[in-house]
């Protein structure tokens, strides 16, 4: 039972749009998550962190959690041929003994 | 303010070698994390470390592979007799607590193997 869930993608939009991504986590007990990104061959970099329901925003990243739905979002406005990377979702919760738990990442491609 | 330090950046290593991959954590961080990561594919739990204490080593491979941190110095991933299997990149993440403060990974190894 995977922990961590994103759709793999790849999510494709048009450069100046809105590209939204989604991650679902089942541990109930999670307290704190986070966004980063990855360029291929590259490591991952963090983005946002949400720690409380409702949304966060940095610049053109919007982070939003819900955790009653268990559910964190990333939305990317003006989205830019740049942004194009893997997203990976990840969630901090005492119930795992790592305490980190990564999601398969979803890839996102802006097209010019 | 230096993040977090891997190295090598690369490393070539012949069948049956040992590898070893060095991560300093940023400063005032004391939990380290290894992680290993295939091309093309999702970033792969390994270890997860304090001072001188291995806190979870359930993604680590129970032979050939090993983890430490000690009290001084870098925190180290060694691998014993290494496979063609081992070819991948090793990132190394750090946190200042356990929870509620982010993983800031390192560049990474890539190790290859002939």
């Known amino acids: 039972q995977k922990e961590v869930e994103q759709n793999s993608g790849p999510l494709s939009v048009p450069e100046g749009a809105i590209a939204s991504l989604n991650c679902t986590y089942s541990?109930?007990?999670?307290?704190?998550f986070f966004w980063y990104r990855q360029y291929s061959g590259k490591s991952p970099e963090l983005i946002m962190s949400?720690?409380?329901?409702g949304d966060k925003e940095d610049g053109r990243f919007t982070a939003q959690l819900n955790k009653a739905s268990q559910y964190v979002s990333l939305l990317i406005r003006d989205s830019q041929p740049s942004d194009s990377a893997t997203y990976l979702c990840?969630?901090?919760?005492?119930?795992?003994?790592?305490?980190?738990?990564f999601g398969p990442g979803t890839r996102l491609s802006v097209l010019p | 303010n230096a993040g977090v330090m891997q190295n090598p950046r690369h490393l070539v290593r012949r069948r049956g070698q040992e590898a070893r991959l060095r991560c300093s954590p940023m400063?005032?961080?004391?939990?380290v994390y290894w992680y290993r990561q295939l091309p093309e594919e999702g970033l792969k739990f390994m270890v997860y470390?304090?001072?001188?204490?291995?806190?979870?080593e359930s993604g680590m491979p129970k032979e050939r592979f090993s983890a430490e941190f000690p009290k001084e110095g870098p925190s180290i991933l060694r691998i014993q007799q290494v496979v063609r299997g081992d070819s991948a990149a090793y990132f190394c993440?750090?946190?200042?607590?356990?929870?509620?403060?982010?993983?800031?990974f390192g560049n990474g190894t890539r190790l290859t193997v002939t």
């Open positions: 993440a750090s946190s200042l607590t356990e929870y509620n403060s982010p993983l800031h």
């Open positions: 541990d109930r007990g999670s307290q704190s």
């Open positions: 949400i720690y409380s329901n």
């Open positions: 990840a969630v901090n919760a005492d119930n795992y003994g790592q305490n980190f738990v």
């Open positions: 400063k005032g961080h004391s939990h």
């Open positions: 470390l304090q001072k001188e204490n291995i806190i979870d």
